[in-house]
C-alpha cells in the first residue's frame, strides 16, 4: 500500500498518539477514504480526557460513514451501518454479532486491502443515500446534522441529486441506468454527459454499460472497466483507471498510481479528437476489477 501524503491541519489526526504506528495506519485508511469519495465530511467528535480531548475522527456523507479510534493495540474502523454494506472480502473482523455497526482491527505491521476497502467506503456512502425504509420513525428519533450535506429531491419522479449535483441512481447494468443518469444530470453537464457517451459508444462499439456507486462505468467484456465520470457542484469528473498508461496523460493526478482524472468545467471546449483517442487505448488495456 502507498504512503499517503500527511493530514491537514483540519483533520489532525497525530494528536492522539504522536507519530506511532497507529497514527500512521489512521493516516493511511484517512487517505483512501477521501480518495474513495473526495466530498465527504471529515469532523472530530466526543472531545473527553481519555482519549487526551483530542476526539474521534468521524466521516460522513449523508450520515455517519465510519469512525477511526486507536487503542494500545489495534487502529479500529468502525463503520456506522456496516452490517447493511457488502464485504466481499472479508474486510470487517470485528463487531460482527450487531445487527448495525461493522469495525475493522488493524494491528501493528498488518495492512488492509486498498481496493477493497474504498469499495466498502463507496458503500457505505450509497447505503446512507438510499431512502430510509421507515423515515417517519428515523425522522422522529434523529436529529438533523446541519454539517451534512444532504441529497436534494426534484420534483415527483425525478432522481435525486446528492451533494454537488451527483444523481443517485440504482446500479445496474446496460445502457437503461446509464441513460437514466445521464438525463438527471443537471444543467450544461446532462450535455457533456451526452457527448461523453455517444463519443465512447462510436470509438468502442461493444462497450459495456453499468451504473455503480452513483457513476456510470464503461468497460469491455472480460477486461473490466476503463472509464468513468462523476458530476460535482463546477465540473464533471472523468476517471481513466488504466491512465497512467495513455499517451499523452491526462491532466490530472490521482493518489492511485494507475488512475488519472479529467475535469471538464462548463466552459471547456471538449477536444474530442484527444478524447476518441484516450477512449481507444483505455479500452485495449486491462480495465480495472472492482
Not at 505491521?109 to 469499495?119: C, L, N, Q, S, Y
Not at 464503461?218 to 488504466?242: C, D, I, M, P, T
Request: aromatic letters at 8%; a positive charge; charged letters at 25%.
Amino acid at each position: 500500500m502507498k504512503k499517503a501524503a500527511p493530514p491537514t491541519k483540519k483533520s489532525g489526526l497525530k494528536k492522539a498518539h504522536g507519530g506511532d504506528w497507529r497514527s500512521e495506519t489512521l493516516t493511511r485508511m484517512r487517505a483512501l477514504i477521501l480518495e474513495a469519495d473526495p466530498e465527504m465530511i471529515e469532523e472530530r467528535k466526543w472531545r473527553k480526557a481519555s482519549n487526551a480531548m483530542a476526539g474521534v475522527p468521524v466521516w460522513s456523507h449523508n450520515g455517519i460513514v465510519c469512525t477511526g479510534e486507536t487503542y494500545a493495540k489495534v487502529v479500529k474502523l468502525t463503520f456506522a451501518q456496516g452490517a447493511g454494506i457488502p464485504d466481499p472480502s472479508g474486510l470487517f473482523n470485528s463487531s460482527l454479532e450487531g445487527n448495525t455497526r461493522r469495525a475493522i482491527d488493524i494491528r501493528e505491521g498488518e495492512t488492509v486491502d486498498a481496493r477493497a476497502f474504498k469499495a466498502l467506503v463507496q458503500a457505505a456512502v450509497a447505503r446512507n443515500a438510499a431512502p430510509a425504509k421507515s423515515p417517519a420513525k428515523a425522522s422522529a428519533k434523529a436529529k438533523p446534522n446541519m454539517k451534512s450535506i444532504k441529497a436534494r429531491k426534484t420534483k415527483k419522479g425525478a432522481a435525486v441529486l446528492l451533494s454537488g449535483g451527483n444523481p443517485q441512481i440504482a446500479k445496474g447494468d446496460g445502457d437503461a441506468p446509464v441513460r437514466a443518469y445521464i438525463a438527471a444530470m443537471p444543467g450544461w453537464k446532462r450535455d457533456v454527459g451526452r457527448r461523453l457517451d455517444a463519443l465512447i459508444v462510436r470509438n468502442v462499439p461493444n462497450v459495456r454499460k453499468a451504473v455503480k456507486w452513483n457513476s456510470p462505468f464503461y468497460g469491455v467484456e472480460g477486461q473490466g472497466w476503463f472509464l468513468s465520470f462523476h458530476v460535482f457542484a463546477r465540473y464533471v469528473k472523468l476517471a481513466f483507471f488504466r491512465g497512467m498508461s495513455l499517451r499523452p496523460l491526462p491532466p490530472g493526478v490521482s493518489k492511485d498510481k494507475n488512475v488519472r482524472y479529467l475535469d471538464i468545467h462548463e466552459d471547456d471546449q471538449l477536444d474530442e479528437a484527444q478524447m476518441a483517442s484516450w477512449v481507444k487505448q483505455a479500452a485495449g488495456l486491462p480495465g480495472w476489477t472492482p
